[in-house]
């Protein structure tokens, strides 16, 4: 599980202490890819739709991870859904939203590690492991 240790070690600062409710926020984010229509892609879409296409494909792809405001990802998700997230995390929409404008980025990128999207029946258990080996 080396990749994964990698991960969840970058993702959570090196350890479980490295970013407050990690372990929620990542099924804040297996919660977000398994809403959308279509995971991961789906997500995709719906970036390309609010005109940051090139953020989330600098993510999936082998370079520099762009960077995304709460603001920007509040847009592409919706306020609704962060919302109800936030309220079931205990977070303000606005915590939440800037949590995950950190870690999205980093996760999407660790469950891309060749530039291309995992199969839609991977990301489930992806993100499974990688919350298992953060601890």
Known sequence: MGLLDA?????????????????AL????????NSQPGGLAGLVKAFEQQGLGEVIASWIGTGQNQAISGEQLQAVLGSEQ???LAQSLGFSPLQLSGQLAQMLPQVIDGMTPNGQLPPQDALGGL???LKTAMG
Do not use: R
């Not at 991960?7 to 970013?19: D, F, R, S, T």
């Open 7 to 23: 991960i969840a070690g970058q993702v959570l600062g090196g350890g479980n202490g490295g970013a407050p409710g990690g372990g």
């Open 82 to 84: 962060v919302q109800a």
């Open 26 to 33: 990542f099924d804040a984010i297996g919660s977000l890819l």
């Open 127 to 129: 993100l499974g492991m």
